[in-house]
């Protein structure tokens, strides 16, 4: 089935560096990506859509500059977080739509900024 | 008041019985989802609903849009059932419950 592979699942940068994180669409193209932030015992909150080919739309009350999002393939879409800080800390998830079935969404990265 | 309300908030069930969780959502909806995520945090898709009833093994689905209203049914739950359910309305975006904590005890 259609399936987004998202790496790294969990990664610990320093505080300051930037983190770059895939979801790559497999057997589908991914035309739409959501990426998601959840913070512990809270809900998933939407931070952006990207497009294949055209600049993400951000939700409001996130940063375009310290979350970037490319979506240059329509099967590869990555959030790079730029100069991290431990507010950053928090798991991101990505999820793309399938024609007729729904969601699929990648299995998450766990983010640790110290 | 949250677009999306989840009850209850944490559920603790003994091996077999019959487990529901209830969601209530306040928005226009094109499908509701409901997802399963396990303590490391993946999520997977359960079912997206837009009208009446869905069944996958034992987990059944259901949606009544005129009350704005699903329910998540588990049979026979298991210790492997323990997750947080969450429920996902989508409208012009996606708004989810804060979920429910399931733990299913031996």
């Not at chain 1, 990664?11 to 790559?24: A, F, H, L, N, P």
């Not at chain 2, 509701?32 to 945090?41: A, N, R, V, Y």
């Not at chain 2, 837009?50 to 996958?56: A, D, I, L, Q, W």
Request: proline letters at 4%; hydrophobic letters at 35%; aromatic letters at 10%.
């Amino acid at each position: 089935g259609a399936v987004v592979s998202q790496h790294p699942s969990w990664v610990i940068c320093k505080s300051g560096t930037s983190v770059k994180i895939e979801c790559r669409s497999l057997d589908f193209q991914a035309t739409t990506m959501f990426w998601y932030r959840q913070f512990p015992k809270q809900s998933l909150m939407l931070m952006a859509t990207s497009n294949e080919g055209s600049k993400a739309t951000y939700e409001q009350g996130v940063e375009k500059d310290k979350f970037l999002i490319n979506h240059a393939s329509l099967t590869l879409s990555t959030l790079t977080v730029t100069s991290a800080h431990p507010e950053d800390s928090s798991f991101y998830i990505c999820s793309a739509p399938l024609t007729g079935y729904g969601y699929t969404f990648g299995s998450g990265t766990r983010l640790t900024v110290v | 008041k949250n677009e999306v309300e989840q009850s209850p908030q944490n559920l603790t069930a003994q091996e077999g019985e019959f487990i529901t969780i209830n969601c209530s959502y306040s928005v226009g909806i094109s499908a509701l989802h409901w997802l399963q995520q396990h303590p490391g945090g993946g999520i997977v898709s359960l079912f997206m609903l837009s009208s009446g009833k869905k069944k996958h093994g034992r987990l059944i689905a259901t949606i009544n849009i005129q009350e704005k209203h699903s329910s998540l049914h588990i049979t026979a739950s298991h210790p492997r059932d323990s997750a947080v359910y969450i429920c996902a309305a989508r409208g012009n975006q996606f708004y989810f419950g804060t979920g429910t904590s399931l733990t299913v005890i031996p």
